[in-house]
């Protein structure tokens, strides 16, 4: 009898005590539509120091039963009176540079997962009929942020930007913004607890303020309309209006002017037949586009070009092409850390087209903004990538939402730069029926936002006997590219393995290697079958463009990689030191003799006119 009313006390309270719990769990705000082109419009910029608090326990987020604390550090609570108890002080504590990764800038920081809080104060004079938006080019991982004490909403994802409405809670002096980055890896994120590259936490690209009238263009899609030279086909989307708003949209070079409508939602679509020089590697033209709309108008600089594939060909505005390739992280040249400027772009981007490159892979995320801007400037083709890498969890709802989320967040960005020719939706993923639906649902997504670019993920190989390699993932079936990384001479055997195999593709579209290569130390030099050294790594090419060049459906590769980077799956003392060294250039800048075997057969290609 004991038993029973137990058990009925067990069903009547478990549902109440979740009912509960679900009422004190905090309100997950989402961040307001995503405002693109924000370089081009009227911002006030809160780069420089932030003051920092490190909280490795969250005692500024949670309470000491671990419930969230309302009055936790976002407060900014100062001491009223000498008897005040409040442990903690954003004005007497450390600064940090912003935008800029935490681990690079204090040596304290280099290997630390967890919560830091970053507070800026700023006044704002506010004008009658202006909306005022605060926006993050990226914060890894979770950023929770709060202006003047109050909530503005959650962010996850380390490499997109967002934005939060404010204006109701700026007054006129003294706003305190306070963001809790969080950049503990947790098995059910994107990326998961398991990846090759520096968990660099923080608010690591640029914050602003942007100002907007009432109604104001929110985004657009401009581009020449799939498989058309002259065909341009788009849309322009309004915040604030109700319908039936007029949009200027123009292109003054081109004497293209057209004037539509909006509908109740805010969008009009656009389209329209002109010609225009196309762009290319050879001519990045660019065509200043404006955008107007009552009081509103956005300038941006946007490149036009086709891209498709017939068969097993890459086709640039109708014409065949071979993408020259290599691949890179988003890790300074200049600094170390997180790269986030115009300068370390265009270092990177340089030292790419020295290689003689046409084609870069950003490797493994979407890299920040400059990183596209100045590809449209150089004229170099971009493979662009969600950080959907390796074994995230392919049957979690929320994992998914997440990589949608980010997929959707890196398109609305970019989707207006010529140089972004391919959306990859994941990299060396295991081949299962979870994680093909999981990949096919991300490519629909993609395809849905944009229908003019290419699809395409970096998959693997295996073989079909000891010197057959197979290239047959189901995943190629729903892709235009295929991505293929293999690593031939590294992890597979030693470098003259490359010389007696086959390669089997079964689809019938254009292949792309999308990785190979092998550490090198710069300066360490020896005999050719000796790891680590950059005879090895010459070695490894040599054998390996001598595999690539009998492959009949090759369209492209991107070696593994430009420059070494930091990863903590390295460690090996002397040689490694937290760097993997597959860089064809080291973390100082030095050229390795890899470097220039590539770099020939770049230039023949180049002879070839490929
Ligand atoms: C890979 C991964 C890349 C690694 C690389 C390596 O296959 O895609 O992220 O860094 O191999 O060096 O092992």
């Not at 409040?86 to 920081?109: C, H, M, R, T």
């Amino acid at each position: 009898m004991k038993i029973k009313v137990a058990a009925l006390l067990v069903i009547v309270f478990i549902p109440l005590t979740i009912c509960q719990a679900q009422q004190q769990l905090p309100q997950i705000q989402q961040p307001t539509p995503l405002i693109t082109n924000i370089d081009n419009r009227h911002t006030l910029s809160l780069d420089g120091r932030w003051q920092i608090i490190i909280d490795p326990y969250e005692t500024g987020y949670y309470d000491y039963r671990y419930q969230p604390s309302p009055n936790g550090y976002f407060k900014n609570t100062k001491p009223r009176s000498p008897s005040d108890l409040i442990e903690y002080d954003f004005d007497a504590s450390q600064q940090l540079n912003v935008p800029g990764d935490w681990n690079s800038q204090d040596q304290k920081l280099l290997f630390y997962e967890g919560t830091v809080w970053y507070k800026k104060s700023f006044d704002y004079q506010q004008k009658d009929g202006k909306r005022l938006f605060v926006y993050f080019g990226a914060a890894n991982y979770v950023a929770d942020v709060y202006l003047n004490g109050e909530k503005l909403g959650r962010h996850e994802g380390g490499f997109t930007p967002f934005n939060f409405e404010i204006a109701k809670l700026v007054r006129a002096k003294d706003n305190y913004l306070i963001v809790k980055v969080d950049n503990k890896r947790r098995r059910d994120a994107v990326p998961t607890l398991n990846t090759d590259w520096w968990n660099y936490g923080g608010l690591t690209r640029t914050v602003s303020i942007l100002e907007v009238p009432d109604t104001f263009i929110e985004d657009y899609f401009l581009q020449l309309k799939k498989g058309s030279t002259n065909e341009f086909a788009g849309w322009v989307k309004l915040n604030g209006a109700g319908g039936n708003k007029t949009v200027t949209v123009e292109i003054p070079e081109a004497k293209i002017k057209q004037t539509i409508t909006t509908d109740a939602s805010g969008y009009a679509p656009v389209s329209f037949r002109a010609r225009a020089q196309l762009w290319s590697p050879e001519n990045p033209k660019l065509y200043q586009v404006v955008l107007s709309s009552g009081g509103n108008s956005v300038t941006d600089q946007i490149g036009f070009r086709s891209i498709e594939t017939r068969g097993t060909d890459i086709l640039l505005n109708g014409k065949p092409i071979f993408l020259r390739g290599i691949c890179m992280h988003e890790e300074s040249p200049l600094r170390g850390g997180r790269a986030f400027s115009e300068d370390d772009a265009r270092a990177l981007l340089t030292w790419a087209k020295e290689l003689g490159c046409n084609f870069v892979r950003l490797a493994h995320y979407p890299h920040n903004e400059h990183m596209t801007r100045m590809a449209d400037q150089m004229g170099i083709m971009v493979w662009s990538e969600i950080p959907v890498y390796w074994t995230i969890l392919w049957d979690n709802p929320e994992t998914f939402a997440n990589a949608k989320n980010q997929l959707d967040e890196n398109i609305t960005r970019d989707k207006n730069k010529a140089s972004v020719i391919l959306w990859s939706v994941a990299n060396e993923t295991p081949v299962n029926e979870a994680r093909t639906k999981f990949l096919r649902a991300l490519i629909d997504e993609a395809r849905k936002l944009d229908s003019t670019r290419l699809l395409t993920a970096a998959n693997e190989r295996h073989y079909s006997d000891p010197n057959t390699q197979v290239v047959d993932d189901p995943l190629g079936e729903y892709l235009d590219v295929l991505g293929c990384n293999e690593y031939v001479g590294w992890y597979d055997g030693l470098p003259a393995k490359a010389d007696n195999l086959q390669w089997k593709v079964t689809q019938n579209k254009p292949l792309v290697i999308s990785e190979f290569g092998g550490d090198a130390l710069f300066g360490n030099h020896g005999d050719a079958g000796a790891r680590w050294t950059e005879e090895y790594q010459k070695n490894l090419y040599e054998h390996q463009i001598g595999m690539l060049k009998k492959i009949p459906s090759l369209r492209g590769m991107a070696p593994w990689i430009l420059v070494d980077f930091r990863s903590p799956r390295r460690p090996l003392p002397r040689i490694q030191d937290f760097y993997n060294r597959k860089g064809l250039i080291s973390s100082r800048g030095e050229r390795k003799q890899a470097f220039y075997v590539l770099q020939n057969f770049y230039r023949d290609l180049m002879k070839e006119g490929k």
